[in-house]
């Protein structure tokens, strides 16, 4: 079978942005196949993905036909440093996607290191991007702020078009694209799981316009800067504790801002659970915000949850810190 790579043009390296996410040798079992196991010894398509929203769609697109590998399992994609067994799990693939648009700081190593097997597809290459404006760090570490890139090496333009359910389409597009071209038997196949999967999509793309109408707030704060696309496809600003990635810490000039705005009628925190909750739960006693869980669902839920489900739960908190009324 024909081998596919997705991925986008990145600046960046194997090494990684924190050597915390690099597998021990005992984790390392556990950090290939994450999804799809059942297969992971038999026939079909083999799909090696850089992180979970790939993954699920990989699963929904491919069914039978394709035995799945999250490479990141539940860690963040943004700072996983690949280890040698992940770079073997690449090369024996049938079929590679990466996010793009910067989200993996090997991107763009893993693509010179497979050229010669397949041909190079970009996922995001038909989504318009939003550029980063990453002021959330000390200056001390972060550096010039207009050029693009923090301490941790992200890039300019903010990768989360997952959680926008319209640009979540053109990935499972980009997902059945690839699907055919290695594995063409079975086009009929990913062409009609694909086209049930868009068509939930759509129908959460409608569920977000319906629910976010009518609001009495079009300010919220999240614990990081993952909710722009959102943000703009239904009309609300986003402010966010910590930069593109859920590792970033904010600044004092950053917190300091968002208290003062919080003063302007913001009256809610949707925080994940990552390092940055502790400047949220600071923020929240400081400026009395109440505090809301939501997900970036860059990761699989521990109790199972589905992708589109969990999008869902993510609009009733949005549509709650907004005062939201149907």
């Not at 949850?305 to 005062?323: H, K, M, P, W």
Request: aromatic share 6%; with cysteine.
């Amino acid at each position: 079978m024909k081998q596919i790579f997705i991925a986008a043009s990145c600046v960046l390296v194997f090494a990684g942005c924190s050597p915390s996410n690099s597998p021990s040798p005992a984790e390392e079992s556990q950090n290939v196949s994450h999804v799809n196991q059942e297969k992971a010894g038999g026939k079909g398509l083999g799909v090696v993905v850089s992180f979970y929203p790939l993954a699920y769609m990989a699963e929904r697109v491919g069914g039978d036909a394709v035995r799945v590998t999250n490479i990141v399992g539940a860690s963040d994609p943004h700072d996983y440093t690949l280890s040698p067994r992940d770079i073997q799990t690449f090369q024996d693939a049938d079929v590679v996607l990466l996010q793009g648009a910067e989200l993996e700081p090997w991107g763009d190593d893993i693509v010179q290191q497979l050229s010669d097997q397949g041909t190079v597809t970009i996922a995001t290459e038909n989504i318009a991007l939003i550029e980063v404006d990453d002021d959330h760090g000390d200056a001390d570490k972060h550096g010039d702020e207009h050029e693009g890139e923090d301490e941790h090496g992200h890039g300019a333009f903010d990768p989360h078009t997952w959680l926008d359910p319209v640009l979540a389409q053109g990935m499972v597009s980009s997902v059945q694209s690839a699907l055919i071209a290695a594995d063409p038997e079975n086009a009929d196949l990913y062409t009609a799981n694909a086209t049930a999967l868009t068509t939930e999509f759509a129908e959460l793309d409608s569920a977000y316009t319906q629910a976010l109408q009518n609001c009495a707030r079009r300010d919220v704060i999240f614990s990081h800067d993952a909710f722009g696309y959102l943000a703009k496809r239904y009309n609300f600003t986003a402010h966010a504790i910590a930069g593109i990635s859920s590792q970033d810490e904010p600044s004092a000039k950053t917190l300091a801002t968002l208290k003062e705005e919080a003063a302007e009628g913001i009256t809610h925190i949707l925080a994940e659970e990552t390092s940055v909750n502790r400047f949220a739960q600071t923020l929240s006693d400081e400026a009395g915000l109440a505090m809301l869980p939501i997900s970036a669902l860059a990761s699989p839920d521990e109790d199972g949850g589905d992708f589109i489900e969990r999008s869902r739960d993510n609009l009733v908190q949005i549509q709650t810190a907004l005062n939201c009324t149907l």
